[in-house]
């Protein structure tokens, strides 16, 4: 027997190990066949090989990004980028839209993302009155860059029913002026309801076209598996999803996470946890538990029923939990559920971004996974020292602490809300630098290969696949990416300037730089 497809001359970083480093991968169909020194190349290849000579460059398994929201990023795809430094200002961001306005027709959605009030001159959330200067006649809503708020003018607040008599909705707030009572436009804890009750869906061609950029992003950037974590996912969604697998528009694998609300269709269609294949797979329950003026939604009562509705149901459970009161609520859940149920239960928990010791040692009692962001790090650190309060900053986003706890610890994204670059979430796991060069927490930083791990053989285990991928390992997916540099023995700040120079997927090369 030979090989279809060979990797040789290369610095393998397996993250398997039984076998840690190699120079030589060989690839039947879409599985790894072999896995060892670069001598055996004669036993493995024949008249129909190919060789790929890597020339000494650096080859890991295909990322892994844990937590992020593929329609999310289609939707970015096609809105105004107010990013910085796109947007500096106010003025900026009328700017764009005014142009936007002007050529597209009268009474058409104009959607922006990635504003941050933090980096614009005025220091404060543009309002209904600066949107409506700008474009009066178009409806407009301006996603910030944590997709926990948005900003709609006057004529998308009167498309979404939002006026001076609507209640809060549970667990959000509508911020009004001080003056009239009228909303401002800015609305937090809203943004799903407003893609998904307000704006109009987009069309087939639309969709069909963001998907086939979205496929290509990721993989030049070497993610071969993605993990949708959209609460608002359902069955619709899933078929979606079948359908662009079926025709390969959509090329990297994913797992999909849905709504608890969703529950009874996937129990209704006879799909349980795990459904699918190697392409497309059904995930776990994820519930998004927030705390808006001291007040938990889904409350405790309702959040611990989910929860074990979830679990008899035979799903696992991904629990969306930020400020300590959030960590600590969603660990309650998972405890009452251990007091109730005596099936055995691999959840997670999505960010547990601040999570003083007392709530990490029940996270050690209950063996629970944690989904982080690094690169929350990186593009927001500069913030999150600004505006955290001190005695609230030694919790944050306590990597190393996880580890050493013996907690199961993956990487993501949370994209579209930041880059979704592995690299530059290796980069921030192991220096603990934001942006502008300050530092967060520098004890909380873990080596190169630990942050190397969570993309990889770490991600593949919270989502039950690390039979099948995670590692470079005979009987595995054949799923690689070939890098420009070693990210072990690079200089920890070089990391992030690490690239993508060829994705391996299913065993064929679909991506080269």
């Known amino acids: 027997m030979s090989a279809d497809l060979i990797l040789t001359n290369a610095n393998v970083i397996t993250m398997d190990p039984g076998c840690p480093v190699a120079e030589l991968v060989a690839i039947r169909g879409n599985k790894i066949w072999l896995v060892g020194d670069g001598d055996r190349l004669g036993e493995v290849s024949g008249a129909k090989s190919k060789v790929i000579d890597c020339g000494g460059k650096t080859v890991v398994p295909g990322f892994n990004d844990a937590h992020c929201h593929i329609f999310g990023f289609i939707r970015k795809l096609g809105g105004i980028d107010l990013s910085p430094p796109a947007a500096e200002s106010i003025a900026d961001i009328k700017a764009a839209i005014r142009q936007r306005a002007q050529n597209i027709p009268a009474g058409s959605w104009i959607t922006a993302t990635d504003y941050n009030e933090f980096y614009l001159v005025e220091k404060r959330h543009p309002n209904r009155r600066d949107l409506d200067e700008a474009a009066p006649e178009h409806p407009v809503v301006l996603y910030h860059r944590s997709l926990h708020a948005c900003v709609l003018n006057s004529m998308a607040l009167s498309l979404a029913g939002i006026n001076r008599e609507t209640p809060e909705p549970p667990g959000a707030i509508i911020e009004r002026e001080l003056d009239s009572g009228e909303p401002s436009g800015l609305l937090f804890e809203m943004v799903s309801y407003i893609r998904q009750k307000v704006l109009p869906p987009l069309s ?88 808006t003026k001291g007040r938990l939604q889904p409350p405790p009562e309702e959040l611990s029923k989910q929860a074990l509705d979830s679990h008899r149901a035979g799903f696992q459970l991904a629990i969306h939990c930020v400020e300590p009161g959030t960590v600590a609520a969603a660990i309650s859940a998972l405890e009452y559920i251990g007091g109730q149920s005596t099936i055995a239960g691999r959840h997670r928990l999505e960010h547990c971004s601040e999570c003083p010791p007392e709530l990490l040692e029940r996270l050690k009692e209950l063996k629970a996974m944690i989904v982080t962001q690094p690169p ?137 730089d």
């Open 204 to 291: 087939d061609e639309e969709l069909a076209e963001g998907m086939a950029l979205a496929s290509r992003h990721y993989l030049s950037m070497g993610i071969t598996s993605l993990q949708e974590a959209s609460a608002s996912n359902d069955y619709g969604r899933w078929q979606t999803l079948k359908r662009f697998k079926e025709s390969g528009e959509l090329a990297s694998r994913v797992s999909m996470m849905f709504g608890f609300d969703a529950l009874p269709q996937f129990q209704e269609a006879g799909l349980a946890f795990g459904w699918g294949d190697e392409q497309l797979r059904l995930d776990r329950v994820k519930i998004v538990l927030t705390e």
């Open 376 to 512: 929350f790090i990186y593009y927001s650190g500069e913030r999150y020292l600004a505006t955290i309060p001190p005695e609230r900053q030694r919790w944050l986003y306590r990597i190393k602490s996880f580890l050493d706890s013996g907690l199961v610890v993956a990487g993501s994204s949370d994209a579209p809300v930041v880059s979704d670059n592995p690299l530059v979430g290796i980069y921030a796991a192991v220096t603990r630098r934001a942006e502008s060069g300050q530092e967060v927490l520098p004890e909380e930083a873990i080596s190169a290969r630990q942050a190397l791990a969570m993309y990889t053989a770490n991600a593949a285990y919270v989502s039950f696949e690390e039979d099948i991928k995670g590692a470079i390992a005979p009987g595995k997916l054949a799923d690689m990416a070939v890098l420009s540099a070693d990210p072990l023995k690079s200089p920890p700040g070089l990391i992030k300037d690490i690239r993508v120079e060829m994705t391996i997927l299913d065993g064929r090369v679909v991506w080269e």
